[in-house]
């Protein structure tokens, strides 16, 4: 009886649930469509241009911004293909099918990024535009430190030539106005890693993502880890190049709201029967989130 009247007691006495904040609206007619919301709406997908939809945001607007740019036109040249000598020929593999990403466009955004965070910006780079963003730093944010993905079961350097990479490489930028791990108010820098390494290991994603996606998938328990590390849950996660759309999935996995910008209609339609799956799947098989 005493148990019961206290659970009557506190379901007349409990404090009305704060509202969740609604998701901004980026779309832009013409430019920037919406063509996936979740059943809760703590997840959209919108097809068009990165930069455009990124404008809409009000600075800080995120908790992180965690992405996957595509190539640098150099690394592009060197990964499109690989060439195998044969007896009389040498036939040619097509490793990459998504088109490069230039210089500017890489800078414009990582520092519209940066703008929108609140704190932390991640994104997988190449050596090229990691190596311009420590000469010439980016607006907004600083680079804290760059951080590696090291595939435990890497390709192998297909020219023999030369050792293979085995890793990729992270950006890990912060919003301006840090010294000596501070922010601009005073607070500390803060993250859920306290003083681990920023080295992940972790085998490449094989058979995730959708058929007919970008190459270039990462691994949902990695981008799922990053995410637990670098923001908290119910924060905003966005990602301007959603790719496969393993950003949205980690977020909706580890309770976070998430939004996903892809310029490719084909994969933005590749990514939605993804979320429509992964979401489906959750429900029936609730998954706790982890700090």
Not at 78 to 86: I, L, V
Not at 192 to 201: E, F, I, L, R, S
């Given at each position: 009886m005493i148990a019961?009247?206290?659970a009557a007691y506190a379901r007349t006495h409990a404090r009305p649930a704060a509202a969740e904040p609604a998701l901004p609206y980026?779309?832009?007619a013409g430019e920037v469509d919406l063509v996936w919301t979740s059943a809760d709406r703590r997840i959209q997908l919108y097809c068009g241009d990165a930069l455009a939809a990124l404008d809409r945001l009000d600075d800080a607007a995120a908790g992180l911004v965690l992405t996957d740019p595509p190539f640098s036109e150099r690394t592009h040249r060197?990964?499109?293909?690989?060439?195998?000598?044969?007896k009389k020929q040498q036939r040619a593999?097509?490793?990459?099918?998504f088109a490069a990403a230039g210089d500017g466009f890489i800078r414009s955004l990582l520092e519209e990024c940066a703008r929108v965070s609140s704190a932390w910006t991640l994104a997988f780079l190449d050596r090229h535009p990691v190596g311009l963003c420590e000469l010439e730093p980016i607006a907004c944010a600083r680079l804290v430190r760059v951080g590696?993905?090291?595939k435990s079961n890497g390709a192998p350097q297909f020219t023999g030539d030369r050792p293979a990479e085995g890793q990729d490489r992270i950006g890990i930028f912060h919003r301006d106005g840090l010294r000596l791990g501070r922010r601009a108010d005073g607070t500390p820098m803060r993250w859920?890693?306290?003083?681990?390494?920023?080295?992940?290991?972790y085998p490449t994603a094989r058979g995730e993502g959708f058929e007919g996606g970008p190459e270039t998938v990462k691994p949902l328990a990695l981008v799922r880890e990053l995410i637990r590390l670098f923001s908290d849950p119910d924060?905003?996660?966005i990602?301007?190049?959603a790719g496969s759309g393993t950003t949205l999935e980690a977020a909706h996995l580890e309770g976070r709201r998430a939004i996903g910008i892809e310029l490719s209609p084909a994969y933005a339609r590749g990514i939605a029967g993804r979320l429509t799956r992964a979401t489906a799947q959750q429900d029936l098989f609730p998954v706790r989130s982890a700090r």
């Open positions: 019961l009247a206290l980026l779309g832009i060197g990964a499109r293909t690989r060439k195998r000598q044969g593999a097509t490793m990459i099918t590696s993905w090291i859920n890693g306290k003083g681990a390494q920023a080295v992940w290991t924060d905003l996660v990602d301007p190049c």
